[in-house]
């Protein structure tokens, strides 16, 4: 167990000023290999953001970024999808212009890899390629329940659709930990209960470590090994989910003090 | 009324709009094309007239071989040129873009008006004739033109031409999919400068004289004119907007002044009517059923149905 100390992911100190406000306030905790790890917090917490530095869409204002105990503050989102990590976005952001299938195809474009010459000559080597990225799209396609929308023009899914095209097209890359972003928001009540078991399906046949954002508490609550809670940009508590439910500041930051304003999700609750 | 020279032009215009098409399928929308253009003709124009090495006859003859080896080196030159801009010109997005590629075309106008072997405003005349009518010409264009097509169309069934679409749709999502977009970007940048060169190093011979007109402002408007009326989605739609367009102010000729309002017309009224231009690739799937993109569509081992197996 402490010869394999190096965590997957690891954050310290990390930080992002946006003017004035600390969006994100030296915040630090790190992800194990096969860890499902929760990040909460009330809307505008600094969690999105937090992401978005990690996948390397924002670039920090300060602290660091490790991947297996190396640094990789601040490289390009391609580099960092490359090194196995893999996002999905809270607002969706698909290429709705393309198939389903081509949108996973668009992910699977380095496994294998091909050179651009075999693929304008159409070599023998850019064809058994392109069969095997085939082979695994539809592969993914039937393990999240959509190879009968494979021809379907991503942008005219249900909403449900592309929430599991996202996860698809980002387990599409290869990757060894998958940040979630909100995977449940905007779900029907029947596709939510469906998503843990999910999730945690996806985690054992792609042998993944999971980062996920959630409002959707008691899911986090089930699903995760480990959680942190953000409030204001800062890391409040950090813990199993035992031990943040009874943490006093988780309680204050979601119901407030008394004199605040909470203005958010209490654990429990489910905001949808 | 549409003979072998307008025939010439017509193809011209249709790999002028493929110039255009390449950086707007990967949502970029790049207006340098005339200045690649410009570059191609005034190399070939400059080659063909002062290196006696390429073989230029005292009667005005070119020998065929030294046309293709211009082609190849004004797509080159031009291909290096994109490469060198496109880096810090490709930061730039939308119509921030537009606007820096039209500085582009403006610079290398003004530096072909002001260089001292360039010609000034004359330009560079008398360029010798590979070919003794316009056949030739249309051969070798129709040939460029094939050219630039299959490249269009194969790109369709590659992890690049995949790629090129993804960051149209969504560039920050295709960098999380491990998409290097600057990359992609910059082929799509420097492919259509090759297309932009080497159409106007054959334009060169084609027109007999080349000046620092040929690559204009004008021409920017006028080349994404070819793509809007056409349609951007397909490559198919920039060619048939380049014919169309090439073809229309000469068709028009017999109604005098007027021609050049009605040319306005088609312009303006082209994307209120057509929206997404001629050519969608919806079109094309109604028609016939081909299968547009050349992207294998059905898994290798069906569990349900075994006869989708294509061979």
């Given at each position: 167990m402490t010869s394999t100390a190096t965590p997957l992911l690891e954050v310290r100190d990390l930080s992002r000023h946006f003017g004035g406000l600390r969006a994100v306030d030296q915040v630090s905790f790190a992800v194990q290999p096969g860890e499902i790890f929760g990040l909460i917090g009330p809307n505008g917490a600094g969690k999105t953001t937090l992401f978005n530095l990690i996948s390397g869409v924002t670039s920090p204002s300060g602290g660091a970024v490790l991947w297996r105990g190396g640094a990789i503050t601040g490289q390009a989102p391609h580099h960092l999808n490359r090194l196995g990590l893999a996002r999905t976005f809270q607002n969706l952001r698909l290429f709705d212009g393309l198939s389903v299938l081509e949108n996973l195809l668009v992910a699977l474009q380095r496994r294998p890899r091909g050179s651009v010459v075999g693929g304008l000559l159409n070599s023998t080597s850019h064809q058994r390629a392109e069969r095997q990225r085939l082979d695994t799209a539809w592969q993914l396609l039937e393990e999240l329940g959509l190879s009968a929308l494979a021809e379907r023009q991503a942008g005219s899914l249900a909403y449900g659709d592309r929430r599991r095209l996202e996860m698809a097209r980002a387990l599409a890359t290869g990757p060894a930990l998958l940040l979630l972003d909100?995977?449940?928001?905007?779900?029907n009540p029947a596709e939510k209960e469906g998503l843990g078991g999910l999730i945690q399906e996806l985690r054992e046949r792609h042998q993944l470590s999971i980062l996920i954002i959630e409002h959707h508490v008691p899911l986090l609550m089930r699903l995760c090994n480990r959680m942190a809670v953000l409030d204001f940009g800062v890391r409040i508590a950090l813990g199993t989910p035992e031990q943040v439910r009874r943490d006093p500041k988780v309680i204050e930051a979601y119901l407030?003090?008394?004199?605040?304003?909470?203005?958010g999700d209490a654990p429990g609750g489910d905001p949808g | 009324m549409i003979d072998n020279g307008l025939l010439v032009q017509m193809l011209l215009g249709a790999l002028l709009g493929l110039s255009v098409y390449l950086p707007l399928a990967t949502g970029q929308l790049s207006l340098a094309t005339p200045a690649f253009y410009a570059v191609g003709g005034t190399l070939a124009a400059l080659l063909s007239t002062r290196w006696s090495a390429l073989g230029a006859?005292?009667?005005g003859g070119f020998p065929l071989a030294s046309l293709l080896l211009e082609l190849v080196l004004g797509g080159l030159l031009a291909g290096g040129l994109a490469l060198l801009v496109g880096r810090p010109v490709l930061r730039l997005r939308g119509i921030y873009l537009a606007i820096a590629t039209i500085a582009l075309v403006e610079i290398v106008r003004v530096a072909i008006l002001n260089l001292p072997f360039t010609g000034g405003a004359i330009g560079i005349f008398s360029i010798p004739q590979p070919f003794t009518d316009a056949s030739g010409y249309l051969v070798t264009a129709l040939a460029l033109l094939a050219l630039a097509g299959w490249l269009c169309q194969r790109l369709e069934a590659m992890p690049l031409g995949r790629a090129m679409a993804a960051i149209r749709d969504d560039e920050l999502a295709a960098g999380c999919m491990g998409i290097d977009t600057t990359r992609v970007k910059l082929i799509a940048f420097v492919l259509s400068a090759v297309v932009a060169g080497s159409s106007g190093a054959l334009a060169a011979h084609f027109l007999n004289t080349w000046n620092a007109?040929?690559?204009?402002f004008d021409v920017s408007v006028t080349l994404l004119a070819f793509v809007i009326l056409g349609g951007s989605r397909t490559w198919l739609g920039p060619v048939l907007g380049g014919l169309v367009l090439t073809a229309l102010p000469e068709l028009l000729r017999p109604v005098g002044d007027v021609r050049l309002v009605l040319f306005g017309l088609v312009i303006l009224l082209g994307p209120v009517l057509v929206p997404q231009g001629l050519i969608t690739p919806a079109l094309l799937e109604r028609l016939g059923g081909w299968s547009w993109r050349g992207t294998l569509r059905t898994p290798s081992a069906p569990q349900s149905n075994p006869s989708e197996e294509p061979s």
């Open positions: 909100e995977p449940a928001a905007g779900l407030g003090s008394g004199t605040g304003s909470g203005n | 006859t005292a009667d007109r040929q690559g204009s």
